[in-house]
């Protein structure tokens, strides 16, 4: 009976430990599949983004497209539900730093920001805290807080000496220097991230990075040398072909065309695919034009305009037929027909609106020469002659013929109130266009002597080390004192002689000299007819005799606007006494005698060469 007992008992025993496991093992599994749950939902979150940023890498392209947006949407949409469905789990920080780099790549920049922040608040001893702090920099690079991105990153530095992602904080502070820039700093910055061994990645960036930074400096040799290194690095057929681009940009600019001519061939023969044609096709245009094989430029030109038709690359192959007609062939009327296809082909792009600037240029070009032929006053022909030159220098680009237009309008109307004007200008071409110091200082020493008592002598004086910087208002005020009562006495001249003329007699002359003198308008007309009276008027507007007294009291600047005629002065932008601190400003409005609204636009001064589209 003992014996069965016992064997009952162990049964009852081995029944409840096979209970005990089994509920156990219950327990195990539901804990894990909750950790499996939250672990896949936080994987899949992850996915989401590594596709992202390997479609945005592959682009080559800034900003993410539509399609890389919306797996960052996913990536946000499956890391918020971590948060939501399992707060407590280890995997929140991560989900967090995740959507807040979802949001920068979408450049949400305050939404990206609130959630690093949170993350810092809310989790302060996450071992993530330096990441979302590099986050809350890159969303003060993206909207382009430059100072306090810098401030953010530098004390990141300081705080994390041994940061993993230092190398992506040095990217990160050049390319904000580079969007400012602040192209030296930039470069700075790279080299001591490539002097670091950083990752391929971070390297193949740092390369292309630095290489605009030189090209932005004007140092295309030392370009060069990084966008060859790009080449070799770079496993990306899109990133290759643009750095090879860029490197015959380079050869270019160090002036060996053939060597680019040659490049471009080979990367005609190899490029990755059709779609590269045009670009490629265009640069190799580039560079025979600048060997001076025109015909040969333009063909390629007509090629691509053919080819491509109702593209950007068309439209930019129609403006280079202009350019090559107006600049090298020196037929101004194919150069008008070529840029008004530009429109027809592509009437909303950059290139339509640089070409209706040129054909506008040339118009203007054809009215101001039949202007200097045509006109019998001296002062109109130089007026003409002045605008022609501004025309040249600052819409066409065509800085020797703008020079030898300047040098016209001085030495064939020397009595003109412009020749001063002209000769000033001709020193600032010297000094700032073609950066020849030695002949911009004789030449402003030449209009100081020439022109000593006009506004433009005395700035020529200042730049020349003949006159002191520091009176330059002094100068300048006894020149516009000056001015000003001769204009006022011219006045009060022309008044007396229309009052003459009308019979009004020496009462009301003398009356109309009190007016300039700044006594009141209605003594001046106290016995004359309203004919009289309104002339007075308007000659006291016209006179600076009053102006004088109120200019003296202002000070120089306002002297400036009230004691000259010239127009060019005295609607300059830069105004003459502020230009003296700024020696690269010149003192003088250059386009203040072309009408406002055909003024260029600060884009269209010059012929760039774009990249296409």
């Known amino acids: 009976m003992a014996h069965r007992s016992l064997g009952r008992s162990l049964a009852g025993a081995r029944a409840r430990l096979a209970a005990a496991a089994l509920a156990a093992a219950v327990l195990t599994a539901a804990v894990l599949a909750s950790g499996c749950a939250y672990y896949n939902t936080f994987y899949t979150a992850r996915k989401h983004y590594r596709e992202a940023e390997r479609q945005r890498l592959a682009s080559g392209q800034e900003h993410a497209a539509p399609a890389s947006l919306d797996l960052y949407q996913r990536s946000i949409d499956r890391s918020q539900k971590v948060i939501t469905k399992y707060p407590k789990s280890k995997w929140v920080d991560d989900a967090r730093l995740l959507i807040g780099m979802a949001y920068l790549r979408r450049e949400e920049w305050e939404k990206a920001r609130a959630v690093f922040e949170e993350l810092i608040a809310k989790q302060p001893g996450s071992p993530l805290i330096p990441d979302a702090r590099l986050g809350i920099g890159l969303c003060e690079l993206g909207r382009g807080e430059w100072q306090e991105a810098e401030k953010t990153l530098l004390s990141l530095f300081a705080d994390t000496p041994g940061f993993e992602r230092r190398d992506e904080v040095l990217l990160q502070l050049a390319r904000g220097a580079a969007k400012r820039r602040e192209h030296r700093q930039a470069i700075r910055h790279l080299t001591d991230l490539l002097a670091a061994d950083p990752s391929d990645e971070v390297e193949t960036e740092a390369h292309r990075a630095r290489g605009e930074a030189y090209l932005a400096i004007d140092a295309p040799d030392s370009a060069l040398a990084d966008f060859k290194q790009l080449v070799q690095l770079t496993s990306r057929p899109e990133q290759r072909f643009e750095a090879d681009l860029q490197v015959g940009e380079c050869l270019e600019r160090l002036g060996r065309a053939e060597e680019a001519l040659a490049y471009y061939a080979r990367l005609e023969r190899e490029m990755p695919g059709p779609s590269h044609m045009p670009r490629t096709l265009l640069a190799k245009a580039r560079a025979l034009g600048d060997l001076g094989r025109h015909a040969e430029a333009l063909a390629i030109y007509e090629r691509v305009a053919k080819e491509f038709p109702a593209s950007n690359f068309a439209a930019q192959a129609q ?30 792009s950059e290139f339509a609106s640089l070409a209706e600037e040129r054909r506008n240029s040339l118009d203007l070009f054809g009215q101001y020469r039949e202007q200097i032929a045509t006109s019998g006053e001296e002062e109109k022909k130089a007026q003409a002659g002045l605008l022609l030159a501004e025309l040249s220098l600052f819409r066409l680009r065509k800085v020797d013929e703008a020079v030898a237009q300047y040098q016209a309008v001085e030495t064939d109307y020397p009595k003109s109130s412009l020749a001063p004007k002209a000769a000033f200008a001709v020193a600032w071409i010297h000094e700032h266009e073609r950066g020849d110091s030695a002949a911009a200082a004789a030449v402003y020493r030449r209009v100081f002597d020439y022109y000593p008592n006009t506004e433009y002598g005395v700035h020529a004086g200042v730049k020349a080390g003949v006159l002191s910087a520091d009176s330059l208002s002094i100068y300048l005020g006894k020149i516009f004192r000056r001015r000003a009562t001769a204009d006022s006495l011219a006045a009060v001249a022309r008044i007396k002689a229309t009052a003459d003329s009308l019979g009004v007699g020496v009462v009301a002359a003398a009356d109309s000299l009190a007016v300039a003198k700044g006594d009141s308008l209605a003594a001046a007309a106290r016995d004359s007819l309203v004919a009289v009276t309104d002339l007075v008027a308007a000659a006291r507007f016209d006179s600076l ?25 005295a609607g300059a932008r830069d105004s003459l006494a502020e230009s003296a601190g700024d020696s690269l400003a010149p003192p003088f409005d250059p386009y203040s005698s072309i009408p406002h609204e055909e003024r260029p636009r600060p884009d269209s001064l010059a012929s760039p060469r774009p990249r296409g589209e």
């Open 319 to 348: 403006y280079q037929i202009g350019l090559t007609q107006e600049l090298h062939l020196n037929d101004a009327e194919k150069a008008k027909e070529a840029y008004t296809k530009v429109r027809e082909i592509a009437a909303g």
């Open 545 to 569: 005799a009053a102006g004088v007294r109120d200019s003296l009291a202002a000070g120089t600047r306002d002297s400036l606007a009230a004691g000259t005629r010239d127009s060019l002065a």
